[in-house]
């Protein structure tokens, strides 16, 4: 079992940057990829970046990539997700999310939004 709980949202001009942050707590968190994924009211949720369990590999959605980076501190327990060049259209909830590995296990995280673990949600909002 693994809870996630995440911070570093906010307030954010457009262009500005943010750094999300999301611990977890549990004992498979190393053996978890982790994910990032953001949703607005009235529209599906989006993913947003993924990374694997031995920090290996990393995936992008089109829209953020080159801007966002997504890590992870295994002996801290913790992923982040930094964000550049924001946009205001990029406003919206934040999730942080885990699925333990095992096949076929990340390309159902980032294609299909499938997850073991989910967090609350941090609220980014990036003003004009």
């Known amino acids: 079992q693994v809870q996630l709980v995440e911070s570093g949202g906010g307030l954010v001009q457009a262009g500005g940057s943010l750094r999300l942050s999301c611990a977890a707590s549990?004992?498979?968190?190393?053996?978890?990829?982790m994910g990032w994924f953001r949703q607005t009211p009235g529209k599906e949720r989006e993913f947003g970046a993924a990374i694997s369990w031995h920090v290996a590999t990393t995936y992008y959605a089109d829209s953020v990539k080159g801007r966002f980076t997504i890590s992870r501190d295994n002996a801290k327990n913790t992923a982040y997700l930094q964000m550049n060049s924001l946009k205001p259209e990029e406003t919206a909830v934040y999730y942080c999310?885990?699925?333990?590995?095992?096949?076929?296990?990340?390309?159902?995280?980032?294609?299909?939004?499938?997850?073991?673990?989910w967090g609350q949600g941090t609220q980014v909002t990036v003003s004009t």
């Open positions: 549990g004992r498979t968190f190393s053996s978890c990829h």
């Open positions: 999310a885990a699925i333990e590995r095992g096949p076929a296990a990340m390309s159902s995280f980032y294609q299909r939004g499938i997850a073991d673990y």
